[in-house]
């Protein structure tokens, strides 16, 4: 928690941009106003100062002109006195003299000063400081804000500067927390965002993710411009060179100090690189296009995968944000459902061809793989913990295994974005680890509940920790020894059921699930595919930990959840024809085909055969008059993603139908049951909503606006219902789609659907 910022004089040792910054931020957040009473909590009546002290009295005065420093010195001795904080500013290898300095005064401090440090390095200047004080000061806490910019020098002092940005504290096993959280406190009121980690760490991470970067953009503008004496060159250098050497404009004694304070750990990241720019090397060398195509896809992805980690959103969503706002569909009413069409691949089986494949032993080739945000958010996942995987390039992955131990621990969290399946299914697969690691997802995921999954792999012996309410982040402590248990679910999931097979192989004895209903078995239809034993009686499936995979080809049929939209979508247009190619028919995945010829569809599966393990057919599908029917029981697990269609079917269909036990509706993307109910009731559907299903009675329905709540099907849906809707239908929120279906809207025009996507900053909002 951070406490308010209640110094009374903070000293800022080294006036440059980054010291100056920080007095412009803090100024900027009222501290040491002539208005302001930051100091003493009690009525005190001192304003709060901000002094400075720097060897260039120049840069003292720029700073009381500014306004940043009330007042300043070069000798530090005169400073001291009466500093509650005192922030080492300067350049890593000055500090060994500045801590000198200030050992040799700070008994002219104030009994409870606290001293922290901005350094850019850790280990050194814990050095410095134990060489100085002759241990490390409880009061002591080495600090380093990851923020900076090309100019140097107070004149560029910028109070935005750390306002976003991370601030990393080192603190160590005996440092005052008091003193870490009155740091903490400093920084939080320049905006920024405040971290911990140990020291070595910190080097390793800052080694390659700063320092290494800096070395190479300084090598690269120095070796051109040596090349071309009259740096003519530069004449012609695009944006490539200009994103990528922006850094080498920066302090040239600032950095070499840097690498000087933290030559081990840049060295053996400066190895790492060596090792990897040889490989492309060797590849240009070759022309072996496939090896480069490889390395620039896994790049790329990583890269994406960055950004969304910055912002906590996945990745395609994220980046139509940047681009366009939030994504909107602007449907009008009527059209046509008519052609043949694909569509892409099954999002569960795509989850589980990458983690069976993973953790197999061969090389595992792909075809088919959906590639969707979910999807690729679990690929992405193992890559960082890593494992080669090449592609996608239009659904082909080959992902190399690595066997079930071969996994190794990530450098930081794994993002999964808006997949239920993909954390669930980790939770299982990393509870047996030998490393810890932390799951985290987008703001939809952090509210689903992952108690369902973590409570029973507790009792096979794993330890997690989950935020409040079961929810994430899911922290999974590795090196535990699991034990297979017999667990009966208290609900139909295939998630949980597959994260506790997956957790299963790491176990020791035998994992037994059994299931209050039939549920989407790819799991074990594909540990079998992988060689691995799964044995079912009746409602219960187990296996034996302990054994191996051994890689097979995989190709993944069309996903029927998505093929469901457009089988509603043709269900209830009059003339439409439509087929809909390769599509997976697991009889654990059939419930939306089964109820839709219940309510009377004209929906035929032809061409059926088996792809890999995995039943398919094309769906042949013609308009017929629906009728409103009880949806039975057993079916619900069957279609339980495919409801949000199936509710605009039931809108277009005569008479009543009604849906009961499916409460799980309300624990997906959004609460499906109160999305859809609010949705319909817009369009002016007349319906019941129950705490576990629906009642809906057909009947003309107009246009109107919707909110999907970001949740991908429930934008599908409405998007469909405007082909028998009196008025436009226009959908917020609609980024999501390309969670599970990418290429949605193309295909929807490609069968006669008439729908525009706009940004909610365009007009008409
Ligand atoms: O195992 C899977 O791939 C899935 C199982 C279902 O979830 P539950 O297990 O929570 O029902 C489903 O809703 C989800 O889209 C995918
Ligand atoms: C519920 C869904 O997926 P997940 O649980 O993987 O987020 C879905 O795709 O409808």
Redesign the pocket.
């Known amino acids: 928690m951070t406490v308010a910022l209640r110094e009374s004089r903070i000293l800022i040792v080294g006036l440059g941009l980054i010291g100056g910054s920080l007095a412009a931020a803090l100024r900027q957040a009222g501290f040491g106003r002539l208005d302001s009473h930051e100091a003493g909590v009690g009525g005190a009546v001192e304003r709060a100062e901000i002094l400075a002290c720097d060897p260039d009295a120049d840069e003292i005065a720029r700073g009381i002109e500014m306004g940043l420093i009330d007042r300043g010195d070069t000798r530090l001795e005169t400073m001291v006195e009466g500093a509650t904080l005192v922030v080492l500013a300067v350049p890593v290898l000055a500090m060994a003299g500045v801590m000198k300095a200030l050992a040799a005064c700070l008994d002219r401090a104030a009994p409870t000063v606290v001293v922290t440090d901005v350094g850019s390095t850790k280990a050194a200047i814990r050095e410095a400081a134990v060489a100085a004080f002759g241990r490390m000061p409880a009061s002591l806490v080495l600090g380093h804000p990851i923020a900076g910019s090309e100019k140097s020098g107070v004149a560029a002092a910028d109070p935005e500067l750390y306002a976003g940005h991370k601030v990393i504290l080192t603190p160590e096993p005996d440092t005052d927390p008091a003193a870490t959280a009155r740091v903490r406190a400093l920084w939080a009121t320049t905006g920024a965002e405040v971290l911990e980690m140990d020291v070595a760490r910190h080097d390793q991470v800052l080694a390659r993710t700063s320092h290494l970067p800096h070395l190479l953009a300084f090598s690269l503008v120095d070796t051109l411009a040596r090349q071309d004496e009259r740096l003519e060159i530069f004449r012609y250098a695009a944006g490539g060179f200009r994103d990528f050497t922006r850094i080498a404009g920066s302090d040239p004694v600032m950095w070499r100090d840097i690498f000087i304070a933290n030559r081990d750990a840049v060295l053996a990241s400066l190895d790492d690189f060596d090792v990897g720019i040889a490989r492309l090397r060797r590849a240009v060398e070759r022309g072996d296009g496939d090896a480069m195509l490889a390395t620039f896809d896994r790049a790329s992805h990583a890269r994406h995968y960055f950004e969304s980690l910055l912002n906590q959103t996945s990745y395609q969503a994220e980046y139509q944000m940047q681009q366009h706002g939030k994504l909107r569909y602007r449907v009008s009413p009527g059209g046509g459902v008519i052609g043949r069409i694909r569509v892409p691949g099954d999002?569960?089986i795509s989850?589980r061809s990458i983690m069976l494949g993973a953790l197999a032993e061969g090389v595992t080739e792909v075809k088919g793989f959906l590639e969707g945000e979910d999807s690729l958010a679990t690929l992405q996942a193992f890559r960082e913990m890593g494992v080669a995987i090449e592609g996608p390039h239009q659904g082909r992955v080959t992902v190399h295994g690595v066997g079930m131990q071969g996994l190794k621990a990530p450098s930081g969290p794994l993002y999964v974005g808006n997949a239920?399946?993909a954390m669930?299914?980790f939770a299982g697969l990393l509870a047996g680890q030998a490393f810890d690691t932390e799951l985290t997802g987008d703001a939809s995921l952090t509210r689903r509940p992952m108690g369902r999954v973590a409570d029973p792999l507790r009792l096979m012996g794993a330890e997690i920790d989950t935020a409040e309410g079961g929810r994430p982040p899911l922290h999974i402590h590795g090196g535990k020894a699991l034990k297979g248990i017999r667990y009966d679910m208290p609900m139909?999931?295939?998630?949980?059921k597959?994260c506790l097979l997956l957790a299963g192989l790491y176990a020791e004895g035998e994992t037994r699930v059994r299931e209050p209903a039939p549920?989407?078995d790819?799991t074990e239809r594909m540990l079998s595919g992988f060689g691995y034993e799964v044995h079912r009686d009746g409602d219960t499936c187990w296996l034996q930990g302990g054994g191996q995979l051994i890689a097979a080809p995989i190709d993944v049929p069309s996903d029927v959840?998505s093929a469901a939209f457009f089988l509603v979508a043709a269900a209830i247009t009059p003339g439409a024809d439509l087929v809909l190619e390769h599509v997976g028919i697991n009889p654990t995945r059939i419930g939306v085909i089964n109820i839709l010829q219940l309510m009377g569809a004209d929906l035929r599966l032809e061409n059926e055969h088996e792809v890999g393990g995995e039943p398919v057919a094309d769906l042949h599908i013609r308009y017929a008059p629906l009728k409103g029917i009880d949806i039975p029981v057993d079916q619900v697990?069957l279609a339980?993603?495919e409801f949000p269609s199936l509710f605009v079917a039931a809108a277009n269909a005569e008479g009543t139908t009604r849906l009961r036990g499916a409460e799980?509706l309300r624990v997906?993307e959004s609460d499906r049951l109160q999305a859809m109910a609010d949705g319909l009731a817009t369009l002016g559907v007349t319906h019941t909503l129950y705490e576990d299903g629906i009642e809906i009675i057909g009947g003309h329905y107009g246009g109107g606006r919707i909110d999907s709540l970001g949740d991908h099907r429930i934008a599908m849906a409405f998007t469909v219902a405007a082909l028998r809707a009196g008025g436009e239908i226009v959908i917020d929120d609609c980024a999501n789609v390309a969670t599970s279906f990418p290429g949605f809207i193309d295909l929807a025009r490609r069968v006669g659907l008439s729908l525009v996507e706009e940004s909610s900053s365009e007009e008409g909002t």
């Not at 139909?492 to 949980?496: G, L, M, N």
Request: charged share 25%; no cysteine; proline share 5%.
């Open positions: 999002k569960s989850h239920g399946t669930r299914l139909a999931s295939a998630q949980v597959s549920t989407r790819h959840s697990p339980i993603d799980e997906k």
